[in-house]
C-alpha cells in the first residue's frame, strides 16, 4: 500500500533534498498531486502507470533510505509488475542508491 503520509512526504522531500536531485535541472521534475486509480484518492508522489491501467505513485524512500521505492502492481491472473516513475531522472533514484552516482 502506499503512504501518503505526512511523514512519506517529509520523508521524500528530505531524500530530494540530501541526493541533490534538483541539481540537473534539466531532468528533475516536481512531485506532484496525482489522482490514483488504484485507491481513487489523490497522493503525493511521481506519477508511474501499470500495463493494466492503473496509476500508482512513487511518494516515499526506501527503508535503507538511499532511494525511491518501487510500487509492485499485484494482477489478478497472479502476475505482478514493478512500477517505475516516467521521469527518467526519478527513474534512477529506484533503481540506484543515491550515493552511487
Request: net charge neutral; aromatic share 10%.
Amino acid at each position: 500500500m502506499i503512504n501518503a503520509s505526512k511523514e512519506a512526504k517529509g520523508s521524500l522531500l528530505e531524500f530530494i533534498e540530501r541526493s541533490k536531485m534538483k541539481e540537473d535541472k534539466d531532468n528533475y521534475v516536481e512531485p506532484s498531486d496525482v489522482t490514483t486509480t488504484e485507491y481513487s484518492v489523490v497522493q503525493y508522489g511521481w506519477s508511474a502507470k501499470c500495463k493494466c491501467g492503473l496509476e500508482h505513485c512513487v511518494n516515499s524512500v526506501h527503508p535503507n533510505g538511499k532511494r525511491l521505492n518501487t510500487k509492485i502492481c499485484r494482477h489478478a491472473d497472479g502476475s505482478v509488475s514493478a512500477l517505475f516513475a516516467e521521469n527518467a531522472f526519478i527513474r534512477w533514484y529506484q533503481l540506484n542508491d543515491y550515493d552511487s552516482n
